[in-house]
């Protein structure tokens, strides 16, 4: 079967690797641009991050939904974030002295500053449409790693209240994330 725009989703739902193929063939702009953009002084992590990038694509296709979004969108969204988890990464072994993995210079200090402050400009994207309680429980769930029985002896809230606006506040990020064409416009 021949592989095209209009069946290489469905193909890729049914697990033809010709799919996958296509993809590259037509979509690797997508992910090599905002892998540029996030990743920018990183060159060494890009073909490792485009390959999970597209392990990503290719694990979560029964996750698309081409009424929420485009082909192109939801793909620069799992490269955006797929780059993010490469900087947190990248700065953790720089604070831990893990050299094995550090391939930059370690005079270039400044890369550890921009990396800090692109993390934290994301983030603060990220929970903008929260309101200040629930960006309060995002904080000790994903950036403090506390379990959801400490964040609920310190807020308060049951376990499964505290489900539920972690659930809402997925949601509602996720509806506030907008990307066009090039993925420079995005909101939140």
């Not at 540029?36 to 694990?59: G, P, S, T």
Request: hydrophobic share 35%; glycine share 2%.
């Amino acid at each position: 079967m021949k592989i095209t725009e209009k069946n290489f989703i469905e193909q890729m739902k049914k697990r033809n690797e010709k799919a996958l193929e296509y993809v590259i063939d037509n979509y690797a702009w997508i992910l090599k641009t905002v892998l540029k953009k996030h990743l920018f002084n990183l060159e060494n992590l890009y073909e490792e991050c485009m390959n999970d990038c597209l392990l990503a694509i290719w694990n979560n296709i029964h996750y698309y939904n081409p009424q929420k979004s485009s082909f192109k969108n939801w793909i620069a969204g799992i490269a955006k974030y797929k780059s993010i988890d490469y900087m947190r990464k990248y700065l953790k072994d720089l604070e831990n002295g893990n050299i094995d993995d550090i391939v930059l210079a370690s005079e270039d200090n400044s890369i550890k500053e921009i990396l800090s402050n692109e993390i934290s400009m994301e983030t603060k994207k990220m929970l903008y449409s929260l309101s200040e309680e629930d960006k309060e429980i995002f904080k000790k769930l994903y950036f403090e790693e506390k379990n959801m029985n400490e964040i609920s002896k310190e807020t308060g809230l049951s376990k499964s209240i505290l489900y539920n606006r972690l659930s809402r506040g997925k949601k509602k990020m996720r509806k506030n994330i907008s990307v066009k064409g090039d993925y420079e416009n995005e909101r939140l």
